[in-house]
Nanobody
């Protein structure tokens, strides 16, 4: 099982970016999918997450600016980021709780990270 994140880049203040994360491999079921980020000199923090059939949850700092969504048919997770600020600059990681085919245990998987840089 692998998570592949993409969509990061360099933007100006107030612009938008859309991150994507695709889970691939022998996947039986995906429960929680989330975006985390690691800002410079800070620990990794939760940005947004969504469970099946549940409302998304957001960190206070991104509420109203970021929108998380998932496409279960594609095992995909997205993060639409609007009104970006310099303080959003960092590496963004996707995370998923996945039960592999033939397994009974849930494992926690991370994508490789994608860099978002917001320039003023």
């Amino acid at each position: 099982v692998q998570l592949q994140a993409s969509g990061g880049g360099l933007v100006q203040v107030g612009e938008s970016l859309r991150l994507s994360c695709i889970a691939s491999g022998s996947i039986a079921e995906i429960k929680l999918m989330s975006w985390y980020r690691q800002l410079p000199l800070k620990q990794r923090e939760l940005v947004a997450g969504v469970r099946n059939s549940s409302e998304p949850r957001y960190a206070d700092d991104v509420k109203g600016r970021f929108t998380v969504s998932r496409d279960n048919a594609k095992n995909a997770l997205y993060l639409e980021m609007d009104s970006l600020k310099p303080g959003d600059t960092g590496v963004y990681y996707c995370n998923a709780h996945i039960r592999p085919v033939g397994g009974h245990l849930w494992n926690n998987y991370w994508g490789q990270g994608t860099l978002v840089t917001v320039s003023s």
